[in-house]
């Protein structure tokens, strides 16, 4: 008997279009209940576990599916870009899905059906608005924050002034180069501890490497047998299986049964990794950032006492390795503690060596040098999450990560105003009206008085969203971070251009058999 095929079938016209906009919406829907301080939560449910009630918006999106096929590819799509904003920015996953409904709509309505225009033409003049919307924000961008300010970015991306202040204690303390952990604890309390480590702006190359797919991370720890986690330096571009074997395979002869990668491993040398069994080998893989690629590599091989290899695959040995005792992968971070190197005279001449040379470059290029000493003398903090229920902890956990990840992007990018201010007076300017309605569900999502849904505020003040007060929106310290309103604005309207245009659908007829 044959292979079986799985036919797909066509959907054009105003079937499609309405798949598309039931998709759209149902994301919106999603995202709107649980956006701004005053809103609400969402309960998923799990088949294998409690219910999770969640107020993160990675979390909440992720979760959302739709029986109809078209609607579940249109959802995927807008999926796919809150989940670049949040990699890209560390937040921003919400703002993102309700910024493309509302310019979806606007497309459709006002471009499309009112003005006439093509859908391709259309979709050009939603491209042309991103250089302009991106030079306002940069020009309503405040780039030297204070504490003050560090603090109400914390405490509105918790959502929670006392996990707010938690964070912001945190973060005042390791610095932008210090690294966080967010940890599960099984007492009712939540608390903080401090260790020596390294922190690498980068997460998982792939979530295929997470060692808990629930909670989304890997933590490494040293196995049987072993004195620390291994760790693999390559400074050159890993792209063929073969390539990758050989190192896999020592690896597997000196019986270790874990590895964490440092390099950029690609294409088809990435897919064999991700096919390993975790039981034959735990392997995770990072790519440090782009800027300042190989001063990370040579910042983790000090750290973990290991080498950078840039030879031939078949020339690595094990005695190139690095060891930590401890690592912690997130989509968007690495923590490594307990390097082998840690205390080594090794590391500490080498700081000396980039002192001098920061000293002796011009100021405007001793930032790289700064980095580079914070990150090799800067801490880890872990914050043991607790509380009364698994739900409680999970909650707790997401409001954290957020704080972190809005706090480093603020330090990193600066601040603007928050409450949907900076897009509304952004959107009044422009004439671009879809800007401002992030502004107005906020507002909805706090039960707004009419009166403050009409009135016409001065550029730059907005209301307290659990005071009602009107106030001006920076001294007031209700801001956001300024990267994550830029990436929300690139990516709603890269992903609502791709929707309008797409102008037929192809689904697999027998969805059941393989759902």
């Known amino acids: 008997m044959g292979q079986k095929l799985y036919i797909r079938e066509m959907t054009i016209g105003p079937k499609l279009r309405d798949g598309i906009t039931a998709g759209v919406t149902k994301v919106f829907a999603v995202a709107q209940t649980a956006y701004g301080a005053a809103s609400g939560n969402v309960i998923i449910e799990n088949r294998a576990d409690v219910p999770t009630i969640s107020h993160d918006g990675v979390t909440n999106i992720a979760a959302l599916e739709?029986?109809?096929?078209?609607?579940?590819?249109?959802?995927?799509?807008?999926?796919?870009?809150?989940?670049?904003?949040?990699?890209?920015?560390?937040?921003?996953?919400?703002?993102?899905?309700?910024?493309?409904?509302?310019?979806?709509?606007?497309?459709?309505?006002?471009?499309?059906?009112?003005?006439?225009?093509?859908?391709?033409?259309?979709?050009?003049?939603?491209?042309?608005?991103?250089?302009?919307?991106?030079?306002?924000?940069?020009?309503?961008?405040?780039?030297?924050?204070?504490?003050?300010?560090?603090?109400?970015?914390?405490?509105?991306?918790?959502?929670?002034?006392?996990?707010?202040?938690?964070?912001?204690?945190?973060?005042?303390?390791?610095?932008?180069?210090?690294?966080?952990?967010?940890?599960?604890?099984?007492?009712?309390?939540?608390?903080?501890?401090?260790?020596?480590?390294?922190?690498?702006?980068?997460?998982?190359?792939?979530?295929?490497?997470?060692?808990?797919?629930?909670?989304?991370?890997?933590?490494?720890?040293?196995?049987?047998?072993?004195?620390?986690?291994?760790?693999?330096?390559?400074?050159?571009?890993?792209?063929?299986?073969?390539?990758?074997?050989?190192?896999?395979?020592?690896?597997n002869s000196s019986r270790y049964k874990q590895v964490l990668i440092f390099g950029n491993v690609i294409n088809d040398a990435l897919k064999f990794l991700s096919t390993l069994p975790k039981p034959l080998m735990d392997i995770m893989v990072v790519t440090p950032p782009s800027n300042g690629f190989s001063n990370n590599l040579e910042d983790i091989a000090l750290y973990s006492s290991g080498e950078v290899f840039r030879g031939e695959p078949k020339d690595w040995t094990p005695e190139m390795l690095g060891w930590v005792e401890s690592a912690t992968i997130t989509r968007n971070q690495t923590t490594i503690t307990g390097g082998k190197g840690a205390n080594s005279k090794k590391l500490a001449t080498a700081i000396e060596k980039i002192k001098k040379q920061r000293d002796e470059v011009a100021p405007n290029r001793r930032l790289e040098y700064e980095n580079r000493i914070a990150r090799l003398t800067a801490s880890i903090a872990n914050i043991y999450v607790g509380g009364a229920s698994d739900t409680e902890r999970k909650e707790t956990k997401l409001r954290i990560d957020d704080a972190v990840c809005a706090a480093k992007t603020a330090l990193t990018g600066g601040i603007v105003a928050g409450g949907g201010v900076c897009l509304r007076d952004i959107g009044n300017k422009l004439g671009l009206k879809y800007l401002t309605k992030p502004y107005y569900d906020l507002?909805?999502?706090?039960?707004?008085?009419?009166?403050?849904?009409?009135?016409?505020?001065?550029?730059?003040?907005?209301?307290?969203?659990?005071?009602?007060?009107?106030?001006?929106?920076?001294?007031?310290?209700?801001?956001?971070p300024a990267i994550v309103i830029r990436e929300a604005v690139i990516n709603s309207h890269s992903v609502v251009a791709q929707l309008i245009t797409t102008n037929l659908a192809l689904t697999f007829k027998e969805r059941d058999q393989w759902n």
């Open 66 to 251: 739709a029986e109809d096929p078209i609607e579940d590819m249109a959802i995927s799509v807008i999926k796919q870009a809150s989940k670049r904003t949040n990699d890209t920015a560390g937040d921003g996953t919400t703002l993102s899905a309700v910024l493309a409904y509302h310019l979806y709509i606007y497309a459709e309505k006002d471009l499309i059906q009112k003005q006439g225009m093509s859908r391709a033409a259309a979709a050009k003049k939603i491209r042309s608005y991103i250089p302009a919307i991106l030079a306002a924000i940069d020009a309503k961008t405040k780039k030297d924050i204070t504490d003050k300010n560090l603090r109400g970015v914390c405490e509105i991306s918790a959502g929670d002034s006392g996990l707010g202040a938690l964070v912001y204690d945190v973060i005042s303390k390791v610095g932008l180069f210090g690294g966080v952990n967010v940890i599960y604890t099984g007492t009712s309390t939540t608390s903080v501890d401090f260790v020596n480590g390294v922190y690498i702006e980068s997460g998982a190359k792939d979530e295929m490497f997470f060692n808990d797919q629930t909670s989304k991370e890997s933590v490494m720890k040293p196995q049987e047998d072993c004195d620390g986690v291994p760790v693999v330096i390559l400074g050159a571009t890993i792209a063929r299986q073969d390539e990758i074997v050989p190192i896999i395979e020592k690896l």
């Open 443 to 480: 507002l909805l999502n706090s039960d707004a008085t009419p009166e403050m849904i009409r009135d016409k505020c001065e550029i730059g003040d907005g209301y307290d969203l659990l005071t009602h007060e009107k106030r001006n929106m920076v001294r007031a310290n209700i801001i956001d």
